[in-house]
């Protein structure tokens, strides 16, 4: 090496934190997938949750000419009153929650907002909760605040729902929130009414936060419509929640997110917001209070579709010999690999090589999801059903 090139730095140049992050599963599916299509092979992405719907076009519309004004390319610095009256709205209209301006706060995005949130709360040593398997963010709430995550057992055994008194008593003294998310991503379930009693009651009985991340309530498929944590009685008293745009209304690359409920986390949270950004940009509010006080038709319709797309997978899947249980929630499903696979990650590579098919490992998102795969319902039923063929040709389920 020259001494223009410079010396390499190696990771004694770096901190702790930065040098324990490792390449995620999804890099290693990226290669493989490039790999298949260097060989001419046909790829279906089913790995990566992002939504194949279009935004509203009053939504877009909104957008569009919010850009037309210069004035909107200043600093924000805050939240638009009529964002905040649209929340309120929102929050009425679908889940009969009145909350004030107060208890509701925009975030680039409920995914940034996690990984900055345990700083408001958490010293180095505290302890905080996590779902085992869920969403990978979940514990980056802990990780970036160098909190000690600790994680609880969900098990399909239990419905996917957290057996709270198996917690032990030394780790709930010391837990400052517990993350709670349902319909949970990657299980795809929804959580009781009784639940969120017993969860409130819980977090009130030990003086912990409960920070309920609630993405996918406009994506479910049981009788019943999604719900909010802050419909039940005690909530405001015991947490936040996180309610995302990205999926009701597709609007993944505008990152807009809010955070909603205990008013002094809010206050909180708006505080250490103020140090590290200067708003959401205008054009965004504005197409987020589009969306926020349009008409639940254009939502409706898309369950629906997300609807049939998971009985076309989980039935199609079924007809073929893979017993994979239809997702209750989130635009998932989740299936147990067959036997004979040395682990999730063996199965999802397999079965890539052999049918073009990507699917996540359950690994990916904790140690209880080994065993299990993870599906995006991202394509079409004309696509889906291509995709059942392609697999029943391989004879991997017979």
Request: proline content about 5%; hydrophobic content about 35%; charged content about 25%.
């Amino acid at each position: 090496m020259t001494e223009e090139e410079g010396i390499p730095l190696d990771s004694s140049h770096f901190s702790t934190l930065i040098n324990d992050f490792k390449p995620g599963i999804f890099g290693s599916l990226n290669m493989k997938k490039e790999e298949l299509l260097r060989a001419g092979r046909k790829v279906y992405n089913l790995s990566v949750g992002t939504p194949d719907f279009k935004p509203a076009p009053y939504v877009m519309k909104a957008i569009r000419e919010a850009c037309e004004n210069p004035d909107n390319y200043k600093y924000s610095l805050a939240d638009l009153p009529e964002l905040l009256e649209a929340v309120q709205y929102r929050y009425k209209k679908r889940f009969g929650v009145h909350i004030e301006t107060d208890e509701v706060m925009s975030v680039y995005g409920s995914q940034e907002a996690m990984a900055h949130i345990g700083m408001v709360f958490c010293d180095p040593g505290d302890v905080i909760l996590v779902p085992n398997p869920g969403y990978p963010m979940f514990e980056m709430s802990g990780i970036m605040a160098r909190a000690d995550v600790r994680y609880y057992t969900l098990e399909e055994k239990n419905g996917y729902l957290p057996d709270l008194d198996s917690i032990p008593e030394d780790t709930l003294k010391r837990t400052k929130f517990m993350l709670v998310s349902y319909p949970l991503n990657p299980v795809c379930v929804c959580a009781p009414d009784e639940f969120y009693s017993e969860l409130i009651a819980f977090a009130k009985r030990y003086d912990i936060v409960i920070l309920h991340d609630n993405a996918y309530s406009d994506i479910t498929f049981t009788e019943r419509p999604g719900r909010s944590f802050l419909s039940f009685e005690g909530a405001k008293d015991v947490g936040v929640e996180f309610y995302s745009l990205s999926k009701s209304y597709n609007l993944t690359g505008a990152r807009i997110s809010f955070v909603v409920g205990n008013k002094d986390i809010i206050s909180k949270f708006r505080l250490l917001r103020s140090q590290i950004d200067y708003g959401i940009f205008y054009p965004v509010q504005y197409g987020a209070i589009a969306a926020l006080t349009g008409s639940d038709d254009f939502i409706e319709k898309q369950r629906k579709q997300y609807a049939a797309r998971n009985q076309a997978l989980c039935g199609g899947l079924r007809k073929i010999g893979w017993n994979v249980p239809d997702s209750q929630g989130t635009m998932f499903v989740w299936a147990k690999i067959p036997e004979g696979y040395e682990s999730s990650e063996d199965f999802c590579m397999k079965l890539m090589e052999r049918t073009g098919v990507i699917v996540t490992p359950g690994s990916a998102f904790g140690s209880n999801g080994e065993g299990y795969v993870r599906m995006a319902l991202v394509v079409g039923e004309e696509k889906i059903q291509e995709i059942i063929e392609v697999i029943d040709r391989t004879g991997m389920f017979r």
